[in-house]
């Protein structure tokens, strides 16, 4: 992703791009799910879309479901895009809100057209009349990773990134400033340049291994530590979403592919052992595994500094925040995206590097407290895992978000990194943060002017619904 970006908006007289990698260790290849953002990337980069789905047996992915987290038996979909229809201004979701508190029990998913849309296994891309309910809602993709980044290589190669099959051995820092100033390849060959990107993967090999950056761990929030993931073989109609299973300890992903389906068991170390947490996905399969479960180390958190000196960690060199909403290839569309707006000159000005760590910090922390919210806002108290992260304290950040919601219905805004206002809306509601007052503007209106308000577009998004092809007839036709 990043040579393919650099080579797309960096001028090759300006700037030569070298990408190494090395066959012999592998990707790790199992980020399928992804959110609305990558599709801006692959605009940006002018890929076909139809062409891309092909190549990487993509799917369409309308949102996230979550089963058994606030409380076993619960279900609920995170959706990307928006629920019902403002009322004079007013968000829908406080006209909901004023409904259920005057007794109204229909359940908030039911004024989404892409979590109904989900629900019957149908797709079609949003129209483009904002007057539509068919407008106000976005979709990702699920797709094969280790086709992806084949698949980006050919772009980069294409566009005169030049190659090297190779394993990086050393690194030769600068004497004066710890710069680095050239990768020593096992075959001896040596890659000089003046700025480097340390897509290593866990290893951090630049950013940790030689230049110490240091690593702030998430663990005491996010405990979960380690995955096991297999493929299986598709059963049952094609969802055009992602399903995220609570169990004892972490949680199961269901990734649908055109080909087959991504599975993953997230768990903590501290609260099962890897066999059983294998035996636990084994059992939750499907159809027939295709493969043997393969099994995932990693630690929560960030690095200290994603930019140090001329090496900027992009990646799951830079960090990683579990995989619970799908978030890490975004994380890597802003670090390339954002390095390219900062883009340097030889001299690295450090309020340059300073406004890219900031920013990236900013997107690492907004993630990381929208994941904290899934495990924190539960009642589940049947296993000590579920015990520790209903009663853990919780970032100051999102302990504010949190009341503010829980009071007032209100979201707190802001301009930079995930997730807009109807993502905390579906997870705070699914998770059974409801507030206790609805937006103040509402009060002098008459409660059945908001039932027909609401019933109106419950019924018409029904409708829109049930015209919609279903996701695997939209793929047949169009991809
Ligand atoms: C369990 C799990 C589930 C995930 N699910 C999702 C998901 O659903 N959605 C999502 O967005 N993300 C997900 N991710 C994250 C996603 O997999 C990664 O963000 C993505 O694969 C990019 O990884 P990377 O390129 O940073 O590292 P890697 O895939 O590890 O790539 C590292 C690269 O560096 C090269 N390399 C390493 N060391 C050397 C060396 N010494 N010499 C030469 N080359 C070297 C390797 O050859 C490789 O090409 C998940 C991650 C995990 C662990």
């Known amino acids: 992703m990043a040579a393919a970006s650099l080579s797309r908006f960096l001028r090759p007289d300006q700037c030569a791009i070298h990408l190494v990698e090395s066959a012999e260790i592998g990707i790790v290849g199992v980020g399928e799910a992804t959110v609305p953002h990558i599709r801006f990337f692959n605009q940006t980069l002018g890929l076909d879309e139809a062409d891309f789905m092909r190549k990487t047996h993509a799917t369409f992915k309308l949102g996230i479901e979550f089963v058994n987290w606030a409380r076993i038996g619960d279900s609920y979909v995170h959706p990307f895009g928006d629920y019902g229809r403002a009322y004079r201004g007013v968000k829908f979701h406080h006209v909901w809100n004023r409904l259920r508190l005057a007794g109204d029990d229909t359940p908030l998913d039911q004024y989404s057209l892409p979590i109904r849309a989900a629900k019957q296994a149908r797709f079609a891309p949003p129209m483009n009349d904002p007057q539509s309910l068919l407008a106000g809602f976005g979709y990702a993709f699920q797709f094969d990773a280790t086709l992806f980044a084949p698949y980006l290589r050919a772009y980069s190669e294409q566009r005169g990134v030049l190659r090297t099959e190779g394993r990086v051995v050393d690194v030769r820092l600068r004497g004066e400033d710890g710069f680095v100033e050239a990768l020593k390849l096992a075959s001896g060959e040596e890659i000089t340049g003046d700025l480097f990107i340390d897509c290593s993967g866990f290893f951090g090999l630049l950013t940790e291994k030689h230049l110490r950056t240091g690593y702030e761990d998430w663990t005491h929030w996010l405990p979960c530590d380690r995955a096991v993931a297999v493929p299986c073989e598709s059963a049952?109609?094609?969802?055009?979403?992602?399903?995220?299973?609570?169990?004892?300890?972490?949680?199961?992903?269901?990734?649908?592919?055109?080909?087959?389906?991504?599975?993953?068991?997230?768990?903590?170390?501290?609260?099962?052992?890897?066999?059983?947490?294998?035996?636990?996905?084994?059992?939750?399969?499907?159809?027939?595994?295709?493969?043997?479960?393969?099994?995932?180390?990693?630690?929560?958190?960030?690095?200290?500094?994603?930019?140090?000196?001329?090496?900027?960690?992009v990646g799951l060199s830079g960090g990683f925040v579990e995989p619970l909403e799908s978030t890490s290839i975004y994380l890597i569309q802003a670090a390339v995206t954002h390095l390219i707006e900062m883009f340097p000159d030889r001299n690295f000005d450090p309020v340059n590097v300073d406004e890219y760590n900031r920013v990236m910090d900013v997107e690492f922390d907004r993630v990381r407290d929208f994941i904290v919210l899934h495990y924190h806002a539960t009642e589940r108290n049947d296993s000590p895992l579920w015990n520790h992260v209903r009663t853990m304290s919780i970032p100051d950040s999102l302990a504010y978000k949190l009341e503010l919601f829980r009071e007032r219905g209100v979201v707190l805004n802001y301009r930079l990194g995930l997730f807009y206002e109807p993502s905390w809306v579906a997870v705070y509601v699914g998770q059974r943060i409801v507030p206790k007052r609805f937006d103040a503007r509402l009060d002098d209106v008459p409660i059945d002017d908001?039932?027909?308000?609401?019933?109106?577009?419950?019924?018409?998004?029904?409708?829109?619904?049930?015209?919609?092809?279903?996701?695997?007839?939209?793929i047949a036709r169009n991809v």
Not at 246 to 267: D, E, K, M
Request: net charge positive; glycine share 8%; proline share 5%.
């Open 236 to 313: 049952g109609p094609l969802l055009p979403y992602t399903r995220a299973t609570a169990h004892a300890a972490g949680w199961q992903w269901r990734i649908p592919l055109q080909h087959r389906t991504g599975n993953g068991y997230v768990y903590s170390s501290k609260f099962i052992s890897d066999d059983e947490a294998a035996a636990t996905l084994m059992g939750n399969l499907d159809g027939k595994a295709l493969a043997e479960p393969r099994l995932l180390k990693f630690v929560t958190g960030r690095r200290k500094k994603t930019w140090n000196r001329n090496c900027v960690a």
């Open 450 to 474: 908001l039932r027909q308000h609401a019933d109106k577009l419950r019924t018409a998004i029904g409708t829109a619904t049930e015209r919609l092809p279903t996701h695997a007839d939209f």
